[in-house]
Structure formats: structure tokens, C-alpha cells
């Protein structure tokens, strides 16, 4: 492009230096001028429109809103086949954490869709249990049919970098499901369940856990709370291994607030029927979090009747602390926006 503009402006120069008459520079001009601000408008339209198509392109799956689907009322009466013939298989797509970042209520919220079979534990395969080895897992392994997606949940596998390439060995086109969440909350939140499940004997503030002496001077950066909300650092290793069009990422936030526009986009990539819709949630009792309803189950309780072991009470922590945490996250934040494309507005 620049090339020609130059050859372009270096012609005229030598057409009006060889005849010398200032009528052909004035014709020289126009029409050199005008060919030069065509192909400088030119030039801005189509790199403009290039660079908006790329950004459509790089657009997170997780953002994506998705309108080619309706939800699909006669699903239920259709897959509850007893012929369709099943047989245990590895899992097609894991949730892999973060720890206390909704991990528990996506799987129980997908577990209604008739296309969906989860592993029906956490198998700690691949962080604690590999040397059990693969026919121990696959005797771990729910039947299910051909059209199903198999479900592994083990929230612990995020933060461990070796997990990757084992579950890439395994199955390659494995895809990953993520919940992430304001580090700060997550923090506070795995501090209330280890505070809960201390069982009422005392238990450390969590300004001793978070801070070198417990004195607001240094933050314990190795502390398990706030290293697990590192989330760029930890997920770099997984990038290693899986594109990111395999990785859908969902914010714990939104499954609290929008938990169908969650699942609606979760069904698109996990490339299932779009079955779960607004019509199966409902608040649970206490108002805080949405329950799904299993119209296959209708005794089903709000999330199996777990949600009180995930749910609890956090405790209030002092604001000094919380901007010493704000600091401290804040660029770990940013690094992860930047490899996700997602925006998560918490710091
Ligand atoms: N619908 C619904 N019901 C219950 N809880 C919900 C829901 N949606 C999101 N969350 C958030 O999930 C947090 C617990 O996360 P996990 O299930 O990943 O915890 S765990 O790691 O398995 O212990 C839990 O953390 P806490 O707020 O600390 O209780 C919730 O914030």
C-alpha cells in the first residue's frame, strides 16, 4: 500500500520534471491527489471493517449470546428411551473448578438436561489418584448413550498444574468448563467453610490466615485462599494443552443472578438440545441462591440437598483488609481479563 502511494507520488514528480509545464503538474496532481485520498479512504473502510470482524471473531465463548435455539418442552418424554442402549464412557467435558466459585450448582443445574450424565463423585483421578490408573477410572465411569455428554466435577483440578496433560492424554477434545468469581469473595467464602468445618472449636481470624503475623504489614501470598484465586497464573497451563474454544469460563456472580443465560450458553458449547431455560429455576427457601426444577423429579431437592454444605455463612472482615486484598489482586485481574477476552468488573 505504501509502496504504491510512493511509486504514485515519485510519477507525477517525474512526469512534471521532464515536460516542465505547470498545466500538466496541475492535471498531475488532481489525479494523482485524488487516487492518493481514495486509497487512504479505502484503506481506513476495509481495515475497519477487518478489525471489527476479527473482534467478533475473538469474542469468548463464554460472552457469545446465542438465538438459534428454542427450548424444547417435548425432550424429557423423548430421550426416557429404555432401549437406547448405554455403556460407561469417559467423561466428555470436566468442571474443573474454581473451588467455591459454583461449581456444585452448575453440575446440578446441567445434571437436569437429559443429554447430560455426570460422574456421580469427585474421583480425584487425575490430582490424587492417577496411580490407581485408567481402569480404575473407567470402572468409575456412569453408562451413558452416544448422543450424551459425560460430566466429570472435581473442583480441585484447576489449581493443579499437572492435571492438563493428563486429562489432554486422555481425551483431547475434552471440554473444560470454569467458574471463577471476585477473588476477595472466593477468598472469604473458603475461609467460612474451613472456619465451618473446624466444627465450633476456635479458629484463627482471617486476618492471621491473610496477612505475615496477622498484622495488616505483609500478605501471606502462599495462603490457599488467595493463591487459588490467581486464576491467570493457574490457567496458563491448561492454555498450554486446550484452545480456548474448548474452555467456556462463567462467573459464579451470574450464576447466582442469571443462572438461565449461564446454561443457555453452556448447552451451546457443550453443543447439547437448548432444554434448560428461565421455566426451571425457582429461589430456594432462604432466597439467596435459584434452585433448578426437574420436571423428571419432582421431589428433587435444591441441589440435592447439598446446599447447605457449600452455602455458608461469611464472616464480615474489616475494610482495611479488603483494600490490602483490592491491591493485591488487582493486577492478577487485569492479566486474566487479558487472556480471556472477558470483562469481570470486581476490582
Ligand atoms: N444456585 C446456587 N446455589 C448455591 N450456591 C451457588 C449457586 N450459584 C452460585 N453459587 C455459589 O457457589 C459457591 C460454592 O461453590 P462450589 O459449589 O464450587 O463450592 S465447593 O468448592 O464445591 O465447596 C457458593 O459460595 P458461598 O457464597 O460462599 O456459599 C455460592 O456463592
Redesign the pocket.
Known sequence: MFRIIVILIVRGINNVWKRGKYAELNRNCLCYGSILLALIYYNCVIRAAINSARRVLSEPVAELEDLRFEPDTSVVEYFLDPDEPTKPRLPDAYIIGV???????VADFLGVHPDIVLVDKELHYFDNLFSNGIDWYKSNMPAAADYQVVVERC?SYFTNAAVPEKIFKTNPDAKIIL?V?DPIQRSI?EY??MEKEANGKFFKPYREFAFIQGNMGRLNENWTALQDGLYAKHLQPWLRYFPRRQLFIFK?ED??AE?AKVLKRLQVFLQIRFYVSAAHFKA?GTGA???IVDPADTERE??NGT?RA???Q?PRIEWGIIHNLKIFFRQHVNDFHNITGIRFGWI
Open positions: 473451588r467455591k466459585c459454583g461449581t456444585l450448582a473442583p467458574g468469581r467464602s467460612a467453610q459464579a450464576l447466582v443462572p430456594n441462591f435459584p434452585c435444591c441441589l446446599l457449600t452455602s455458608v461469611h
